[in-house]
């Protein structure tokens, strides 16, 4: 019996390539990790919210590591008229991505209020862009709003959503709820969700007093946990891996102050293929990796691989993942998710 | 009209003074906070599990600051027996607290199931010995239990003792939930109820990310946090300070690497008693700060204040709280609680 798997052309759905000199240095992770296909989140500083901005953060990319077909996507923002979605598609953009102001990073340019973007949703409809949705609602202690159910309160929005646009392509992206996962489920063919690798793997307990697992949205209860590992394993055509691997230099994830907080996020790309092959293979969901990890995606976003396309083999091997294995730089210390934690897979060379 | 509150005999019914160099830095604090008063918690290394520890403990404490009430407990564990208890009594020990096994500092040592301590809590009740519960179960992800529903999901052991032994009095420690308060107020007037400083400010939102506002039992949602101010606005004689001040030096709260978390515990000690009044005051209780932190404890533990007590006076004085106002030591570095944030009160010279 061969201990090998074969995936061909994963394809990471959600993922931060940052910009400036830690643009170069996580770039090349996205390769290192097994994927040849990124859809690239637009919340720079300031964000991507033109499609000449788009096409230029396309080009550095590209100009990092030609060997990855990057997807490109808007940040939802008053400046997006119908007009500019019409230029957008011509020019291959792929999505739009929407954030609730305020909820993660470089997330104050976020929308409040989804029904005055209404004509741009309309003509995304018409070009075929999808729509990404962050979905949580901010924190409002009045309503008894907090990180633990700003996702489970944003569903109704993306219930309203769906009706309004029904052909219009939307991702609720990085789901971390059981209730998520339900409506999801109970919506028509043109909503999908992205599940990231650490949800699978952290509950609440994991980022408690400890920032290197803290990411916006919060890992939730360990039942949250289980309804994303049941719906990957019952190999649902909806739910498809987006990482939101989040780079953070190691500074910036510990905190030094008691009025100042960690920034939020997960890193993941540097080993992001065996990672969910080793957590698929926790919850016994293995034979959903190429699904999860390529082909649900691809279908969803129509960008099918050709049966010539990439192929990754993962070879079964006991390991330990060593910071050093993960992302090197003498510019950034980065530091990746699982690090000192054994894999059971690895990319064979 | 004055601007001054004369508070009489502060007492802070739950609070951790340490061991080593370490007690010698936090001791003092309390009279610094306010207190004259101080419910000893016995998890040191190794836990207070006899009368002869907690006598010399106290002993050790005087000797730092003689000008304190040290009110002294044991550490439910195997070796703790019905003897013990009645030596203990005799010795002037208050209390006894039970943590469960592994949820927070030095708790390796907590009890699994009570059952095996009926004995124990038969002599207790005889003698008049206080139960201190931290009232939490262990994290289960099997049956959905983590760090936020731990305490809710202890509660039904709570009531299962005070039914089995009604006239133990029993308190359930630094409560977080609605839940929580709830039940205590169902129960008979043998169960009391601590709340502390920083779960009267907290939410989840606020240790996200943020490792000194972590502590066990963690903050939990806003409308917990209500529930803790309404029954303090109310004016509920079974629900008392008890600050569960737990110094960890700055290293301890900042974590270095992704598999090591921080230590849980948030320090309140050094402002305690602006801290207390300043919050009271937020949500419109000021005029149960007596109450609160001083006279429905020493009701319930019998240790009413003489009319000759100790009084500390409050002045209203806006002022930002400086670290070095807290605490200053040269071997180990603490950080106060609400350091960088403003006080509406400091205590009058």
Redesign the interface.
Known sequence: MSSDIIVNAPADFHVHLRQGSLCHIVTPCVRKGGFTLAYVMPNLKPPITTTDQALAYKALLESIDPHVDYLMTLYLAPELTPEEIRKAKRAGVVGVKSYPRGVTTNSDAGIENYEVYYPVFEAMEQEGLVLNLHGEVP?D??N??????AEERFLPQLVKLHKRFPALRIVLEHATTRAAVEVVKSLGDTVACTITAHHLAL???D????????CKP?AK???D?KALQDVIRQGHPRFFLGSDSAPHPIASK??????H????GVYTSPILLPLVAHLLESFGALERLEGFASSAGRQFYGRAAMASGPKVVLRRFKHIVEAADTVQSDEHQL?S?????ELNWVIAE
Do not use: E, I, K
């Open positions: 924190s202690a009045d008894n709003v907090c990180v633990l159910n509950t609440v307990d980022w408690a007093g400890q920032s290197f697992h803290f919060v209860f360990p039942d946990r510990l905190q030094s102050t008691p009025n907080g960690c920034a939020a530091l998710f699982w690090v000192g934690r």
